[in-house]
């Protein structure tokens, strides 16, 4: 990973090098006390065939991709930080879980070079990714997606990502919105809402 850009969670990572760790124990925390952290798992779940291909895209220590495969999905986890990595791999070990900047997204060689039929992107991957990188971010969306399938990001807009700035992004990337929706469960999208769970859907290249 040469030059490449650090994420803003590398850099809270570096001021803070017991972040992740932390973070992991917040979550297991949360499970052992039955909290429900699957929500937006559950989303993507209902937009999906049975037995689908679903990449988590910074997927942390898998709680969404994790739950994902517990239903039957064939699930692709990737994430910058080696220790949520190591976490999910403890917590969720028949999933594959790679550690990789989703700002160079290359799974053909990782010897993945199947496409995906979804692509999740929960928990404020984006705003987190290093602002230079965001729009390569949605462009390996758009490479790892099957034609039809669907990437489906989440963040709230109160953390330097505005929303005219992803849309533009979006469509540099060749992905389209489908649906905007304010909330993981479901609540419309409305101008100047805090939060945005957008589903994109990869742009169609015309045959000839
Ligand atoms: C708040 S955590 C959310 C984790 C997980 N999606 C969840 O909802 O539980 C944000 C994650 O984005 C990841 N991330 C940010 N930029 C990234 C990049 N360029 N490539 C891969 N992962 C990235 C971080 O490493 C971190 O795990």
Not at 18 to 25: K, P
Request: hydrophobic fraction near 45%.
């Amino acid at each position: 990973m040469n030059d490449r850009i650090p994420s803003l969670w590398e850099e809270k990572l570096a001021a803070d090098p017991g972040h992740s760790q932390w973070y992991v124990e917040r979550f297991r925390t949360l499970v052992a006390e039955g909290s429900d952290i699957v929500g937006e798992a559950r989303t993507v779940d209902a937009m999906v065939a049975r037995g689908s291909r679903i990449l988590d895209a910074g997927c942390g220590l898998g709680r969404v991709g994790g739950h994902l495969a517990s239903v039957g999905h064939t699930v692709v986890g990737v994430d910058v930080d080696p220790t949520l990595i190591d976490a999910a791999c403890q917590d969720h070990p028949a999933v594959t879980w790679l550690v990789g900047d989703l700002s160079r997204l290359d799974l053909e060689a990782h010897g993945i070079p199947e496409l995906f039929d979804a692509i999740v992107c929960a928990g404020n991957v984006l705003p987190f990714a290093a602002p230079s990188t965001r729009q390569d971010v949605l462009r390996g969306f758009a490479r790892h997606l099957r034609s039809g399938g669907r990437a489906i990001v989440g963040f709230g807009t109160d953390r330097g990502y505005a929303v005219p700035e992803f849309l533009a992004h979006v469509a540099g990337a060749g992905l389209q919105p489908e649906l905007l929706l304010a909330t993981w469960d479901l609540v419309p999208w409305s101008e100047g809402g805090d939060f945005i769970v957008a589903i994109l859907r990869r742009a169609e290249v015309a045959a000839g």
